[in-house]
């Protein structure tokens, strides 16, 4: 999913809470649970688009294992609100990409990522080469420039674009690419 989708999603959670719990400060910590982890994105770009390699996907801040950690922390330690707005904002990220991203069930199991030493052919049916399509075509600016980088990155030549671009496919070049965002 996109940032924007996270936000939305885990922003109608948090409100939910708000409303149940009488306490505004659970909206804003929803949503930033919603929307941080995907944060984790940017070690993975830095390998494949500056250090040009390709083989590995890690997104550290990806797995239910830190869902199940936040249940436990929520039931066992801090049976508040903040930490209930805390869980579910980053259940609607795991959850969100686990059911709306092409991934295999164990894609976003941490332990599962490390046992198979983050090998992407190992966790995911993802290419990673053209990932940044996603994030170039959910920027409002910049896109040209940007596209121009990542593609000297992956030697796509130069006039061309990438195979999943959407704008090859389509004129409409702010949709169609949802399924690549992780
Ligand atoms: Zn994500």
């Known amino acids: 999913m996109r940032l924007g989708q996270h936000a939305v999603v885990s922003g109608v959670v948090g409100s939910g809470l708000w409303a149940s719990t009488g306490q505004p400060e659970t909206l804003p910590i929803a949503i930033t649970a919603g929307v941080l982890p995907d944060a984790d994105h940017l070690l993975d770009f830095y390998n494949w688009y500056v250090r ?5 996907v890690i997104l550290i801040l ?4 830190y869902a199940v950690a936040g249940l436990l922390v929520y039931l066992f330690a801090f049976t508040e609100p903040w930490m209930l707005a805390v869980l579910l904002g980053y259940v609607t990220q795991i959850g969100g990409d686990q059911l709306f991203n092409r991934v295999r069930p164990y894609t976003y199991l941490l332990s599962v990522r490390a046992f198979r030493r983050f090998e992407v ?9 053209y990932a940044y399509e996603s994030l170039v075509h959910s920027l409002p600016v910049f896109r ?17 674009r990438s195979p999943q ?18």
């Open 62 to 65: 990806h797995g239910w294992e």
């Open 165 to 182: 671009c959407p704008e090859v496919a389509s004129d409409k070049d702010s949709e169609g690419i949802g399924q690549l965002s992780k």
């Open 52 to 56: 040009r390699s390709f083989d590995r």
């Open 144 to 160: 040209g420039r940007l596209h121009a980088w990542f593609e000297t990155r992956v030697g796509v030549p130069p006039g061309q």
């Open 121 to 129: 052919a190992a966790v995911t049916d993802w290419g990673v080469t």
